[in-house]
């Protein structure tokens, strides 16, 4: 079994950072594609960023792209969306993702690929 922990949310103003973290348990960490998404109240889901096994490839949602990086660090089973220039529309609940694949540069951007969630770090931008 997979468990996956957000933290790092907070509140924060427009044009600021945040660094978002999620703690993978288990041994699997460094067989999995991982991914950030993130729904606002009353929206869908939305995909914001993805990373292959290996670190080598990356993707990105169209409203987050150069601005937020996701990476990770599998000595440490961790995961990282790292965001700077916050808008308001950024405001969400942000939600780390593992799939476990045999493919090491593929990333997933649709959330039913995915077999594990964590709970949720709520992130708001203010005016």
């Known amino acids: 079994q997979v468990q996956l922990v957000e933290s790092g949310g907070g509140l924060v103003q427009t044009g600021g950072s945040l660094r978002l973290s999620c703690a993978v348990s288990?041994?699997?960490?460094?067989?999995?594609?991982l991914g950030w998404f993130r729904q606002a109240p009353g929206k869908e889901r939305e995909f914001v960023a993805a990373i292959s096994r290996s670190d080598g490839s990356t993707y990105y949602g169209d409203s987050v792209k150069g601005r937020f990086t996701v990476s990770r660090d599998n000595p440490k089973n961790l995961v990282y969306l790292q965001m700077n220039s916050l808008k308001p529309e950024d405001t969400a609940v942000y939600y780390c993702a593992a799939k476990l694949t045999s493919f090491i540069n593929r990333y997933y951007y649709t959330g039913d690929e995915y077999d594990y969630w964590g709970q949720g770090t709520q992130v708001t931008v203010s005016l």
């Open positions: 288990g041994r699997t960490f460094s067989r999995c594609a």
